[in-house]
């Protein structure tokens, strides 16, 4: 049975109204099995008793304090009263176990329950069970049943219509004010006090139920903007970082340049301060540029995978290893256009697959907020074939390739000691560092800066809009594309086998050795073959004999016959070079090609990779309009939800320039290979003698 996302939120939310607690509290009196207590029955110390229904509830409160009911909300809309619906009685299907900090229900299959509520958003319903509790319920867990049985008819006077209470209702209260005056009320014995629900008067009394319930907070708690801590980051600001406290002071995250910037940032050694609290360095700070887009600390670089080789450890058997090695080129800046190009300088470091595991965790937690590429699966057979390895190697380095071109993930701390960490002692002695790490959450979102007004609100609900169907789009035609050129470097090794097949039959034409039938139909003669079959074949026994070949292996009927000789050794050449274009159309599909195919995969599926950054972008913008709603605009929330919108739009720019990159790249290669590879068919296919060539 799958789980519904819980609703992460205290046990008494802020901002939950009185409403709600009074009818808690009410239902918390009432024990299992005992009648409802009338109002008369009452204490009159209660201020108003909000789970009955009756005039003469109404009339207590009234009377108890001589003025008119106050208000619930100060933020009530004057029409917020809906009609009272009484809660339908459902039957659980399966057994329940709710989390009381997720103010949810735990109930037992078969339990009776009342839902109040049936509707509260992701598949949740506000529900109570037979002892009086109120929690949230899964809405796939129950089934209805009958609906509550109305008030008997020698009660009715007791209740107040709808229309009565709409009449008297006060525009800033949602209690009604033209409740009849008070007077002996006569029940009758045999008829219960119908119970209240509640559901929807506190729907109708809050404009917001996930601000008065959830404190603020999604019902869907697996959604990227809460699990990347941009949520907690909106609501709570730096009083959610906890830890970024003992590194950064509060800030407005615009960009703010100080020439003690270095000097501040030179935390190098221990990851905890004196108060045990997790230290933060420079390659945790983001800038956003204008545009937005991420400002880069850290020139590019290229990263090699290559030259696998299998090891075996006598704790974790046999593994393969991987050399690393990272290309670092000068800036054009720096180097003299006089003197000769300058080698790039190389780092090389040996890795093992789960080392590369390590690495994407940790970029994973400590970078929540931008889209990383996936890890390549891991695999328990076949994990030492020659094939499996090498496609293992390009997978792993396109991988990397991927990580290092992002203009932020480029100088997180933890790839620059993947790539650099040389010594296999000082290896295991900083990866238990790296791994005791906490996530990020919205430390991430707390470190970014970006200049003020970088964004516009209406451009930021466009932008996303067509950035989702855009790489929607992508995806789609990637996948299209992909499997046409499978078509293609199939259709090549074909080729390539046909190439063979003439080449051979060419061989078998001048030295009279017959090949196999032809497989295709429309080449076949059947009615010839089977006529004179047997006859060619006999004469093919003694070829010289019959005059198929002369005594020097030409193919003529004569003797000494030098045209015929040349010929021959034309025709021996041809067919060698039919071989050879044969192997170029092999090699070609099987090695230019491929490595075309699966470059392919690297722009694939943008619009998963990217869904989180779209989920996190929308849900900062649903934040941003409330916090800025009519006058109650709330400038640090909004403020808040700009460094989040400035990080996914940032996010989209680098999967723009990174798409123009690689398609361009992708078009280029292809072209090449296909360029060189006509090139050497072409060459290979010289005339080899003046006779091929008349």
């Known amino acids: 049975m799958t789980t519904l996302p819980r609703v992460k939120s205290p046990l008494t939310p802020t901002g939950l109204s009185s409403l709600f607690f009074s009818f808690t509290r009410s239902q918390d009196d009432q024990q299992p099995g005992s009648r409802v207590k009338s109002a008369i029955e009452i204490h009159p110390s209660f201020d108003f008793d909000a789970g009955i229904n009756t005039s003469a509830a109404w009339t207590e409160h009234l009377d108890s304090d001589g003025q008119g009911p106050n208000s619930l909300s100060d933020d009530e809309p004057e029409d917020a009263f809906e009609d009272e619906i009484d809660g339908r009685a459902a039957r659980v299907l399966y057994k329940f176990e709710g989390k009381p900090e997720f103010r949810e229900l735990s109930v037992a299959g078969g339990e009776q329950v009342e839902i109040i509520r049936e509707q509260v958003g992701d598949g949740w319903s506000l529900a109570k069970n037979e002892s009086g509790e109120i929690g949230l319920l899964p809405q796939s867990y129950y089934t209805f049943t009958v609906d509550f049985i109305s008030s008997p008819e020698e009660s009715s006077h007791a209740r107040i219509s709808t229309r009565t209470q709409r009449q008297g209702l006060s525009t800033t209260s949602l209690t009604p004010r033209a409740s009849p005056t008070r007077s002996p009320i006569t029940l009758a014995p045999a008829g219960p006090i119908i119970v209240q629900t509640t559901g929807e008067r506190m729907m109708a009394a809050f404009p917001s139920f996930r601000q008065s319930l959830l404190g603020g907070k999604n019902l869907n708690r697996f959604s990227s903007f809460v699990t990347s801590g941009a949520e907690a980051y909106v609501l709570r ?19 703010e340049y100080s020439e003690d910037e270095d ?8 990851d905890t301060d004196g108060t045990g ?5 420079e390659a945790d700070r983001h800038f956003v540029d204008a545009g937005p887009s991420w400002k880069s600390k850290v020139p590019p670089f290229r990263v090699l995978v290559h030259s696998p080789s299998k090891r075996t450890s006598t704790l974790s058997g046999a593994y393969t290893i991987y050399s690393v090695t990272s290309l670092f080129h000068l800036p054009q800046s720096d180097l003299d256009p006089d003197s000769p190009p300058q080698s790039p300088a190389r780092i090389t470091v040996h890795r093992r697959f789960s080392h590369f595991v390590v690495l994407h965790t940790a970029l994973t937690r400590r970078l929540p907020g931008i889209a990383l590429p996936p890890l390549p699966e891991k695999q328990y057979a076949g994990r030492f074939n020659d ?19 992002h203009p932020v993930a480029r100088y997180a701390e933890v790839l620059t000691f993947f790539l650099g960490c040389e010594s296999e002692t000082e290896w295991k002695r900083q990866l238990p560092r790296h791994l005791a790490l906490p996530p990020a959450g919205p430390i991430f979102f707390a470190n970014v800066f970006h200049p003020a ?37 199939q259709a090549r090794v074909e080729m390539s086998k046909a190439e063979h097949l003439l080449s051979y039959s060419l ?13 295709s139909p429309e080449y076949d003669d059947d009615a010839y073959e089977s006529d004179r079959d047997s006859e060619i074949e006999d004469k ?32 021996q050449k041809t067919a060698e070079t039919l071989q050879s274009v044969g192997d170029l159309y092999d090699d070609h599909a099987r090695r230019t090609q491929l490595a075309t195919h699966e470059a392919l995969k690297g722009v694939a599926h943008p619009s998963q990779l990217y869904a989180p950054v779209v989920d996190t972008h929308r849900n900062a913008l649903s934040r941003f309009t409330e916090a800025t709603r009519n006058d109650g605009t709330d400038e640090e929330v909004a403020a808040r939800c700009e460094t989040v919108l400035n990080t996914t739009m940032a996010e989209m720019e680098t999967y723009h320039t990174q798409k123009v990159e690689d398609f361009s790249s992708l078009a280029k290669e292809h072209l090449d290979g296909e360029i060189a590879f006509y090139e050497q068919a072409r060459s290979s296919m010289s005339p080899p003698s003046p006779h091929c060539s008349q």
């Open 237 to 255: 600001g730096e009083g959610a970082t906890g830890e970024a406290d003992a590194t950064f002071p509060p800030s407005t995250h615009n960009l």
């Open 263 to 270: 000097e501040d940032d030179e935390r190098d050694g221990s």
């Open 277 to 281: 609290k997790v230290r933060f360095s």
């Open 387 to 405: 094939d499996f390895v090498e496609a293992r190697r390009g997978d792993l380095e396109r991988y990397l390739e991927k990580v290092v071109r």
């Open 453 to 489: 007004y970088n964004l516009d609100a209406d451009e930021a609900v466009e932008v996303v809009d067509k950035f989702e169907t855009h790489t929607m789009a992508v995806g789609a035609g990637v996948q299209d594309m992909r499997s046409i050129f499978g078509q293609i470097r």
């Open 507 to 519: 061989l078998s034409l001048i030295t009279s050795k017959r090949l196999a039938p032809a497989s």
């Open 540 to 571: 093919r026994q003694d070829g010289k004999k019959k005059g198929l070949l002369n005594e020097e292996g030409a193919w003529c009927w004569r003797e000494g016959c030098e045209d015929c000789l040349k010929l021959t050794k034309a025709l």
